[in-house]
């Protein structure tokens, strides 16, 4: 039993207990070897008695103790005492995104794509060293009180996701993928699509799919066509949304195929929010088919922990469905002939691609005498011109503004759209201003700096 007073590991001070969830409860103490706050998220006891998840929980712990990011709660150490497990974190003074989109009802694009910028920085330096969060939700995400935006508990999930357990401890199944919903492979595309929802819930202020039940909303995510968010958030940008469409497909070939791509379009967006340059795969392009009784039956026990779940959709699971790529054939009917269907199908793409190389041959052909009599001309140098004009633009200097009287998060929000970035270097007592807000500024108003400058301001301090 974790009390105020106590001392863990010899070091860190437990002074209150600050949150608590369906896995652990989470407390502030102080370090007293090197002076600082922590957070201690100790696990609850009903799971330190599984000594097999105890051990793939600390060895993700540990794994995800790797990470050093401003975007991301760092983990410190980890270990045990009197029969109970614990990790050391970093201790952030905020409050979590869901507890702020619950305050603001909904987001506006500009301070959307400020937080999912930078939760997509910390998601993306894990997917760098083969870290997937695979719990990426809006309680996992922290706004600190001077702006900053964290993601914690990375590693975790797959400890807990590997168990079968209830669903408030895996996380809540409204911003799970579609594979994790049928306990199929997760890789880093998963993340996107949690990201993509989160996103979603920002703009509109509800979660895509809700139901009675974690299998309802499970299912919900493998077969429904999400209500694109402008019909709950009518002024949503139309790049911001096709990006959060993107993210959120149900094929996961369909999604960005990296964080990284997808950050290159929310900087985008952020710059030019009403430019249609987002590429959706259309939909439709497969089939699908009617999930049995036994996988009905499987997601009900990765979504809910219960086999015989009396609250289940639909006990005959013969109306749910899933969606799949065209390469993916488990029809019985057709097993008997699937090597003439390979080979016919070989047969047809062989021909295929001997037509295309005619055709690109005869064009190339074509395109060399025409070029050569002067009757073809494609402007390859108007294009040049204009790829020179476009690299000196992007060097182009942009008139700074007056930040005093900001937080760093309505600043962050002016400058990302400039193309700039903002800091803290200090903080210093103010008569003029609150707690938090920027009273100085390195770059004055007025004056001219390059896109991609990191503006340094002093914050007024705690009274």
Known sequence: MIET???????????????????????KAKDHTLGRCVAIKVLKPEFCEDMNFVTKFRTEAQSAAGLEHPNIVNIYDVGSQDGFYYIIMEYVQGITLKTYIEKKGRLNYKETLSIAIQVGRGIQAA???????RDIKPQNIIISNDGKVKVTDFGIARAVSEHTIHSDVMGSVHYASPEQARNGYVSNRSDIYSLGIVMYEMVTGRVPYDGDSTVAVAIKHLQDEMVPPSEYAPDVPISLEKIILKCTQKSADRRYDSMESLLVDL??????????????????QGKTRVLTDDEVKEIQEKSSGVTDDEDEVDKSGKYAYIYEDDDDDDD???????????????????????????????????YIIGNFLGL?????GRNNNNNNAQTESNTEQVEMIDLTGMTLTEAQAELEDMGLTVEQSAEEASDQYEPGQIIGQDV?????????TTIHVTVAEEA
């Open 444 to 452: 004055e108003e007025g004056e001219m700096v390059a896109a991609g």
């Open 127 to 133: 997917h760098a060293k083969n870290i997937i969060h």
């Open 376 to 380: 073809i001309d494609f402007g390859f």
């Open 332 to 366: 019985e009917e057709e097993d008997e002939e699937e090597g003439r269907f390979l080979n016919s199908r070989m047969e047809k793409i062989v021909n295929i691609l001997r037509i295309v190389v005619a055709i690109i041959i005869v064009l190339i052909v074509i």
């Open 267 to 284: 900087r985008k967006s952020l710059l030019s929010p009403d430019d249609d340059f987002v590429d959706l795969v259309p939909y439709n």
């Open 5 to 27: 007073g106590m001392i863990i590991a010899g070091r860190y001070e437990v002074e209150k207990k600050i949150g608590t969830g369906g896995m652990s409860d989470v407390y």
